[in-house]
């Protein structure tokens, strides 16, 4: 059974930092592309940042760039979105996910549940 299980939200004041982490099962991590996105009330899913299977590049939504850091552990099946610097904008459910192509129109996209992350004051 996979699973991608989001932990690390809450509630902090702008300026401040949190770090998520993303534990997965039920497939083979370190092949898999992973990805931090959110979805703020009213808007949708944006992506965040993501990561190549082998950790070795990632990429940054321009509104986080410098601020937010994505990294994984293929040991321990877990991948990581610190956030430093937030702001109110980063309000937001931040969402897991777990994606491999492995042939034409063939896609395994997996996601978590979510975590909440407030930034206020």
């Known amino acids: 059974q996979v699973q991608l299980v989001e932990s690390g939200g809450g509630l902090v004041q702008p300026g401040g930092s949190l770090r998520l982490s993303c534990a997965a099962s039920?497939?083979?991590?370190?092949?898999?592309?992973m990805s931090w996105y959110r979805q703020a009330p009213g808007k949708e899913r944006e992506l965040v940042a993501g990561i190549t299977s082998a950790g070795d590049s990632t990429n940054y939504a321009d509104s986080v760039k410098g601020r937010f850091t994505i990294s994984r552990d293929n040991g321990k099946n877990t991948v990581f979105l610190q956030m430093d610097s937030l702001k109110p904008e980063d309000t937001a459910v931040y969402y897991c996910n777990a994606k491999r192509e492995y042939g034409p129109g063939k896609r395994q996209d997996y996601w978590g549940q979510g975590t909440q992350v407030t930034v206020s004051s």
């Open positions: 039920g497939f083979t991590f370190s092949t898999h592309f």
